[in-house]
């Protein structure tokens, strides 16, 4: 599938055996698939069971061989907001390929291969979104890109076109040593995907709220439903607005102080929803100068949003039949690799803890098996289904809500300049620390002006405009006899020579003597010259009348002026003075200049072209750009500094008035 045509936050992720490899039989291919999906989701159980999807988790079905596509395992996660659940699944995947080394894992999104844009400043310039295609792997824990053959040895195992699926699982599994990334685009990879377990905690954030009863029992089952409770509220519609105001399934006259556990992402979208309860719902909210507003607030929204599942859920409350749901058969061969990875913990079968954790991992079974069959999974259905068979004590509730642990700092939620550099410095590494001292180096206005010329003065390509960048990765090649033969040549050269004039080169005689060679030959050519000549010159001449009775010439800046202050006054008293406009040159490095702190400045912080331009090129304008416009065409002696140009926002940018 084309990029183009999945999904928009939508991850999609394959599992193909290795060739020649794991070699079932051909009638027990999709049962072998099976049963490995079962042992690959037994062994990621630590990190699923206890997991908070935005949408939809982690899931395999098998697929049956179709076109080049061998028999293989197919996941499909909708991530929503939450990009961090598509890095989870990398991880998922780099922990399956390490300890199921006979499984090679691919995984792409609408954008493509997003994890050759992470690694981008590492990876080989050839490998573009139209040379990917068929080349990136995940395997042995490690990535993998099947390289371009740079030699006609490699042809032999690399193919010089794009290679077929088959073709690249089996390099991938021949040749890993020559298909594994450097160590660069490994360490970014590894770096954003993160530590795990450490990492997932540290996703999480817990806060206090007011909820009814009802709630706290079906998040005290099922903490992962908060995510599409929360999903409900933050997608409401008028319609579901109706089902706030009656709160039918959960009663708003008895609420209780609970700790809930968010990601947060859906801590954050549910914070900032701006929303006022109606006033036949019953909600009593303290004033927002009470300590226990912002519980409240969180509370009811909430609350609101499991309300909405509950309604948008058909038919009345019903126990489902679990065999229905989930194959018997696999359900328990699933517990089984779960007893032998020991998730249970040497807890004894039947005690508490025992069934809260059997519990725990049937729920994720059931729910993962639905999302392989590609069905919908009915949350509402779920809420009510717990509510029908749940019971609680209020008093006992209460009571629990006096001694919670405290909230999570939420401090994250808002970032300064600096957190701001720090999680890019933590992000980018090498890369953004180099910005960074470019972005110093090229503090003044003289730097900017010289990148600008450098990337006018680059060699685009079909593929547009390209930046000047340096390939640390590039070796270079620097031959010491050659450079010493040169410079004795140059050197001995110039100490030979006496005067200036003796300054002439053998090539450039026989270049002269080629020409009066062939002057008789070339005469019609150059009358065709110069009429061209003629024609341009009285073509500019025209240009330049037509100009001349017009603004255009007092939009630049000229050159200053070489008169003196005490000349230029006698010689506006004597009346002396011509327009010179005419013959002033325009200073093309100071109309740069200028332009682009004009439209940096009326950026106000934004984004915008300016800023765009600059950065690619590795320049960071200076705060006090304007001031600086003044020093710096001081120091490369622009204009006397008794001439004095105005240094302020205000007359540097007209506009700004």
Not at 360 to 379: F, I, N, P
Not at 622 to 632: H, N, Q, S, V
């Amino acid at each position: 599938m084309a990029a183009a045509d999945r999904q928009e936050d939508v991850v999609e992720y394959f599992l193909y055996p290795a060739p020649g490899k794991t070699a079932p039989g051909r009638g027990d291919e999709n049962s072998c698939l099976e049963e490995q999906a079962d042992k690959i989701l037994a062994h990621l159980s630590p990190l699923l069971v206890d997991y908070i999807w935005q949408k939809e988790p982690f899931n395999l079905r098998v697929v049956a061989a179709k076109g080049d596509h061998p028999p293989h395992l197919h996941g499909r996660t909708h991530f929503g907001d939450n990009i961090e659940d598509e890095w989870f699944i990398v991880h998922l995947l780099l922990q399956i390929t390490t300890s199921f080394p006979d499984y090679i894992a691919r995984v792409q999104d609408n954008d493509g291969e997003f994890l050759l844009i992470e690694a981008a400043e590492h990876i080989p310039r050839w490998l573009t979104p139209d040379t990917s295609h068929n080349r990136v792997f995940l395997f042995h824990g490690q990535l993998h890109i099947i390289p371009q053959p740079r030699s006609p040895a490699e042809i032999a195992c690399v193919p010089a076109g794009t290679p077929s699926l088959r073709q690249a699982l089996d390099i991938v599994s021949r040749y890993p040593g020559l298909t594994v990334a450097g160590r660069p685009t490994q360490d970014i990879i590894i770096r954003r995907i993160g530590s795990y377990p450490e990492k997932m905690h540290a996703l999480f954030h817990h806060a206090h709220c007011y909820l009814p009863p009802g709630v706290v029992a079906v998040l005290n089952h099922s903490p992962a439903l908060v995510a599409p409770a929360v999903q409900a509220f933050y997608e409401r519609d008028p319609l579901d607005m109706k089902a706030c105001r009656a709160m039918k399934h959960f009663p708003t006259d008895s609420c209780v102080r609970a700790r809930v556990r968010f990601t947060r992402c859906l801590y954050g979208q549910l914070l900032q929803q701006r929303f006022t309860p109606d006033k036949r719902s019953g909600w009593t909210v303290p004033p927002p100068s009470h300590p226990d507003h912002p519980a409240w607030d969180l509370g009811i929204k909430l609350a609101c949003g499991f309300e909405i599942l509950c309604c948008r859920s058909p038919g009345s409350p019903s126990v489902t039949d679990d065999s229905s749901q989930v194959s018997d058969v696999r359900w328990q061969r699933y517990l089984s690799f779960l007893t032998e990875k020991g998730y249970f913990k040497s807890e004894l079968e039947g005690s508490k803890r025992y069934k809260e954790l059997l519990q725990s991992a049937h729920r994720h079974y059931q729910e993962t098996a639905t999302v392989s069959c590609d069905r919908s999974v009915d949350h509402g259905q779920e809420v009510l289904n717990i509510l029908r068979t749940s019971t609680w004590d209020l008093k006992q509730l209460q009571a629990a809500g006096k001694h919670l642990e405290p909230p999570d700092d939420d401090s994250w939620l808002a970032m300064t300049p600096g957190d701001l550099d720090a999680m890019l410095e933590e992000q980018y590494g090498g890369f953004y620390r180099k910005s960074g001292d470019l972005g110093e180096a090229s503090s003044t206005l003289g730097n900017m002006v010289d990148s600008m010329k450098a990337f006018v003065d680059n060699v685009s390509s079909h593929d547009g405009a390209e930046f000047p960048r340096m390939d640390e990765d590039q070796p270079v090649d620097f031959d010491v006899d050659s450079f010493s033969q040169a410079m004795e040549r140059i050197l001995g050269k110039a100490m030979g020579n006496a005067t200036d004039n003796e300054w002439i080169d053998e090539d450039d005689e026989d270049e002269d003597d080629g020409l009066m060679e062939s002057e008789s030959d070339s005469s019609e050519e150059s009358e065709d010259g110069s009429t061209e000549d003629t024609a341009m010159t009285d073509y500019m001449d025209q240009m330049d009348q037509e100009l001349a009775r017009t603004n255009v010439g007092k939009s630049f800046e000229k050159e200053p002026s070489q008169v003196t202050v005490p000349q230029l006054l006698i010689n506006k008293q004597e009346g002396d003075i011509e327009d010179e406009d005419d013959v002033t040159p325009v200073n093309v490095d100071l109309n740069l200049v200028k332009n682009l702190l004009e439209s940096y400045s009326s950026q106000q912080g934004l984004a915008g072209p300016a800023t765009n331009i600059l950065g690619t090129m590795g320049v960071k304008p200076p705060e006090d750009a304007d001031d600086r416009l003044c020093k710096f065409l001081q120091r490369q002696e622009r204009f006397p500094p008794c001439l004095g140009l105005p240094c302020s926002d205000r007359d540097v940018n007209p506009s700004h008035q």
